[in-house]
T-cell receptor, first 113, second 114 residues
Framework: DQQVKQNSPSLSVQEGRISILNCDYT??????FLWYKKYPAEGPTFLIS?????DKNEDGRFTVFLNKSAKHLSLHIVPSQPGDSAVYFC????????????FGTGTRLTIIP | ETGVTQSPTHLIKTRGQQVTLRCSSQ?????VSWYQQALGQGPQFIFQ???????GRGNFPPRFSGLQFPNYSSELNVNALELDDSALYLC?????????????FGAGTRLSVL
């Protein structure tokens, strides 16, 4: 039972354009969502989070949108840079992050120079 | 740099052996969570420790056990290793009871079981 799904295993985007990564969830108890970025041979690096009381959160080039009725969130990266090439994981938690993280399977983003 | 350190970075064991992985949490954090990441998958939750007590466990057998110490560092022990235990083991530390509870990960321990 995969409660967090990232349906696109890979995505290629031209440098300077917008990258949009998508994530769907099924568990209504989730109220806190996070995006992590992972390079090979490193642990996941926290990027940005959003609580279920918001529908948008911005941090520099990164914006996360949450659509609770659709149980869908997306990460927008603008403008995309070569250093953004990595695997991106969506994660969800209950109790505002105090519970375990449930991860999606990841999307490999490649930025084309 | 998250301030979460894991040791060792790589480990090779044979089936049936036992292994101990170690994690030092970030300063000021009181919670440690362990995850297993198989190739091509997202990390899977093993268990979490808060103030030296287990605080939630994922779908892993009892041969996976852990400890948290008074300085909030932690160990993951796996007994009777199986081939399927080969994976990247990730430790994450966080501060429970904060308004923004974010888990910060170490670089992981790559375990190979032959």
């Amino acid at each position: 039972d995969q409660q967090v799904k990232q349906n696109s295993p890979s995505l290629s985007v031209q440098e300077g354009r917008i990258s949009i990564l998508n994530c769907d969830y099924t568990n209504s108890m989730f109220d806190y969502f996070l995006w992590y970025k992972k390079y090979p041979a490193e642990g996941p690096t926290f990027l940005i989070s959003i609580s279920s009381i918001k529908d948008k959160n911005e941090d520099g080039r990164f914006t996360v949108f949450l659509n609770k009725s659709a149980k869908h969130l997306s990460l927008h990266i603008v403008p995309s840079q070569p250093g953004d090439s990595a695997v991106y994981f969506c994660a969800a938690s209950a109790n505002f992050g105090n519970e375990k993280l449930t991860f999606g399977t990841g999307t490999r983003l490649t930025i084309i120079p | 740099e998250t301030g979460v350190t894991q040791s060792p970075t790589h480990l090779i064991k044979t089936r049936g052996q036992q292994v101990t992985l170690r994690c030092s949490s970030q300063s000021g954090h009181n919670t440690v969570s362990w995850y297993q990441q198989a190739l091509g998958q997202g990390p899977q939750f093993i268990f979490q420790y808060y103030r030296e007590e287990e605080n939630g466990r994922g779908n892993f057998p009892p041969r996976f056990s852990g400890l948290q110490f008074p300085n909030y560092s932690s160990e993951l022990n796996v007994n009777a290793l199986e081939l399927d235990d080969s994976a990247l083991y990730l430790c994450a530390s966080s501060r429970r009871d904060s308004s923004k509870n974010i888990q910060y990960f170490g670089a992981g321990t790559r375990l190979s079981v032959l």
